[in-house]
């Protein structure tokens, strides 16, 4: 073999390929246009996770929008998402859109398909009041000392696509199926007595110790501290087993129950 053969034949190596595969991405679709009110309401939803934010690639659905959104508009609503951690890598819309993204150096996607459902996001209880004292001759018996910040939640019915749900301060235990499109966010650890195909986020304050535990891994992505590991992954080790899945180092380790 020739020198020459051999560099022909190095030359025709590959150096890549191109591979089909299902990527979850988050979807911000612009109703109205209102950067001031867009910019408050993003950083609520920030604080209740805010390792799940970070560098997480958004597309920017125009389908919706009414009004006539203009290059110096869709720039401001772009520099707010990276302000706040996402970082914008298309926009969803009609033809109309296309010099729009082009004139933001992104790409234009086509309007969605299928019918997507809004995000139900499980409110916390709100406190009652207490109630007023009375005058009375004798002093009042001690109040009962509070329950501990990390009692969690408890959710007893099956967890919808579309639905997302957060315990604040604690564990978040469901005691049902989670299904495709639903999320799960818990300060402290997850426990989901059945199959979990939906989002599962551990730990998203930062606790590293926080883990995942479920009856059948079937999720779309799972995270804990902001390490996550997406469905294309997951296949790859103990899919549809029970497992539990804890944070070592960077990586996320799962193992069978």
């Known amino acids: 073999m020739t020198a020459d053969t051999t560099l022909d034949l190095l030359d025709n190596d590959p150096v890549f390929h191109l591979k089909g595969g299902m990527l979850t991405m988050t979807l911000v679709e612009l109703i109205r246009l209102a950067p001031e009110q867009f910019a408050r309401q993003l950083a609520e939803k920030v604080e209740q996770a805010p390792n799940f ?101 408890i959710i007893t019915e099956p967890v919808r696509g579309g639905q997302q749900i957060y315990a604040r301060g604690g564990d978040l235990i469901v005691l ?8 799960l966010l818990a300060d402290g650890h997850i426990h989901v007595y059945g199959p979990l195909r939906g989002r599962a986020l551990a730990g998203v304050t930062g606790d590293r110790q926080a883990r995942i535990f479920c009856q059948s891994l079937e999720a779309e992505l799972v995270s804990i501290a902001g390490q996550y590991k997406v469905a294309e992954d997951l296949r790859k080790q103990q899919w549809k087993a029970p497992v539990q899945i804890s944070l070592e180092g960077d990586s996320l380790k799962i193992t069978g129950l």
């Open 176 to 183: 049902a199926p989670v299904s495709a499109g639903a999320e």
């Open 53 to 153: 934010f970070v560098d997480t690639p958004v597309v920017i659905a125009l389908d919706k929008l009414s009004e006539p959104l203009s290059d110096m508009t869709l720039r401001h609503l772009l520099s707010i998402c990276r302000d706040h951690g996402l970082q914008p890598v298309a926009l969803r819309g009609g033809e109309d859109f296309r010099a729009l993204a082009g004139n933001a150096d992104m790409v234009l996607l086509p309007p969605g398909r299928q019918r997507e459902k809004a995000i139900e996001v499980a409110a916390e209880p709100a406190p009652k009041p207490a109630p007023k004292a009375e005058p009375a001759p004798a002093p009042a018996a001690p109040a009962p000392p509070p329950a501990p910040a990390g009692a969690g939640k």
